[in-house]
């Protein structure tokens, strides 16, 4: 997701995210920038974009509706926690009852992409099939596919390349448990995937935020191998998403109703 962010903020401030030297760290969408250095300028652009984010906003006029408004909660974040920059994600676990309210129960998230990714990909798989209207398909595909070529690319030649990946910790994030599994600079190259260390703690206030989230993941797995209800509703209970532990309940009972056989049974 951190692609999707920096080409929002090449949008608004005119800046070009291959400069980017960024300092990031976190869960899978559920993170902060520490500091973005643009090369080309010589420095740490990140007070500015944060300065830029408080008092104008961000430019979303190149993105779909429901994107264009997350962009807009981001910079609600920006304005509520001033001293990094948040993932957008994070709009789910801090403003979760805001997020509930604005929602449409009979066209969520999932409406969105079937009516649009997944049908835009079916049509295009369609025209390959029948080998028709070729030159109509977008070849280049998204930031997220060029960035998993650009990946691969740096493994094949040994390039060394910068990417923000998903690692086992390991120390990368000093004061965070070392078996969580952390989205932070990466080196990649012909060896594979080099972590980079931060070097220093990260804030308490993102610290906590992070354990619980990780111990809410690592109980739910649990929960699946040792069929039990009560580490499944203790990671309900747990993750940033839920309010608390009657809701936690509410949710875990209709999901596991709903979605009958396809989940294991839970004691």
């Keep these: 997701m951190t692609i999707g962010i920096e ?3 090449e ?7 291959t400069n980017f030297i960024s300092q ?7 993170g902060w920038y520490k500091e973005i250095y643009d090369v080309s300028q010589g420095k740490d652009i990140m007070p500015e974009i944060i300065e830029g984010i408080i008092e104008n906003g961000l430019n979303t006029e190149s993105q ?12 609600d974040l920006t304005v509520d926690f001033p001293t990094h920059l948040p993932n957008n994600y994070l709009q789910y676990y801090l ?6 309210k604005e929602a449409n129960p009979n066209y969520t998230r999932a ?6 990714r997944l049908k835009k990909l079916k049509e295009t798989a369609t025209k390959i099939i029948e080998n028709r209207d070729l030159d109509t398909i977008d070849y280049e595909g998204s930031g997220h596919g060029l960035y998993i ?3 691969a690319i740096s493994i094949l030649h040994n390039k060394n390349d910068r990417f923000m990946l998903i690692v086992p910790n390991k120390g990368a994030i000093p004061n965070l448990r070392e078996d969580a599994v952390v989205e932070v600079p990466c080196y990649v190259n012909a060896r594979g995937v080099e972590p980079i260390s931060l070097r220093e703690d990260i804030p308490d206030f993102h610290k906590g935020l992070m354990e619980a989230q990780v ?9 699946f191998f040792e069929n039990s209800y009560q580490k499944a509703f203790e990671a309900f209970t747990l993750n940033q998403s839920v309010p608390n532990a009657i809701v936690a309940k509410k949710v875990l009972d209709e999901m596991i109703e709903v979605n009958g056989d396809y989940w294991v049974e839970l004691k």
């Design 215 to 223: 111990a809410s993941e690592k109980l739910l797995v649990d929960a």
């Design 7 to 9: 080409e929002v903020l």
């Design 11 to 17: 949008d608004t401030f005119g800046v070009n995210r």
């Design 64 to 75: 779909d509706e429901s994107w264009a408004h997350a962009f807009d909660i981001m910079g």
């Design 95 to 100: 403003y979760n009852n805001r997020i509930v």
């Design 111 to 116: 409406n969105e992409i079937m009516d649009d």
């Design 24 to 30: 990031y760290y976190g869960l899978n969408h559920f």
């Design 149 to 151: 070529v650009q990946i």
